[in-house]
């Protein structure tokens, strides 16, 4: 081996020393948080809302609701919002590493975070769930990841998974 290729080993190892040791004394969350920064967390406003350059998002939108163009435009159901939200409520508490977020009840808006299940990578999910006609309704999702450009549609699988099961 050549010397620099033997200063670029020995280097790659501390760092991969220093990640390990921060992980055992942090916790994996805590690391990612410190070598990538904080989650923003800022409140989704569907209306005025703009996709970034990354492919590590996915939205959702009923026609014309969304200021962005929805990658996929949302079905709508038998039932109230409310009703709506139950089913969604009773189906996200099937799902694994879910944690709720901020809440808006009077918007019928609420925030989640899925974490990846090796590394806990977290993803946001913002679902609003929009009143329709008497006994219909329907919802926006935006789900995306914090880190990265690319989730490997990640997100997508994720929201029509979703979306199947309600």
Request: charged content about 20%; hydrophobic content about 45%.
């Amino acid at each position: 081996m050549f010397k620099g290729a033997k200063l670029i080993v020995t280097v790659a190892v501390g760092i991969v020393a220093v990640i390990g040791l921060l992980t055992v004394v942090t916790g994996r969350e805590k690391t990612l948080e410190i070598i990538f920064g904080p989650m923003d967390l800022t409140a989704v406003d569907f209306a005025s809302l703009q996709l970034g350059g990354k492919s590590n998002q996915f939205l959702v939108c009923p026609d014309g609701y969304c200021a962005a163009t929805a990658h996929m435009v949302s079905p709508v159901f038998d039932g109230s919002a409310e009703d709506l939200k139950q089913r969604w409520t009773a189906m996200l508490a099937k799902q694994p590493r879910i944690e709720a977020g901020a809440a808006d009840e009077g918007a019928l808006q609420y925030d989640y975070i899925q974490r990846s299940e090796t590394v806990r990578y977290p993803d946001s999910i913002t679902v609003r769930f929009i009143p329709l006609e008497e006994n219909k309704a329907t919802l926006a999702i935006f789900s995306r990841s914090h880190y990265g450009h690319s989730d490997f549609g990640v997100n997508e699988k994720r929201v029509r998974a979703w979306l199947a099961g309600l």
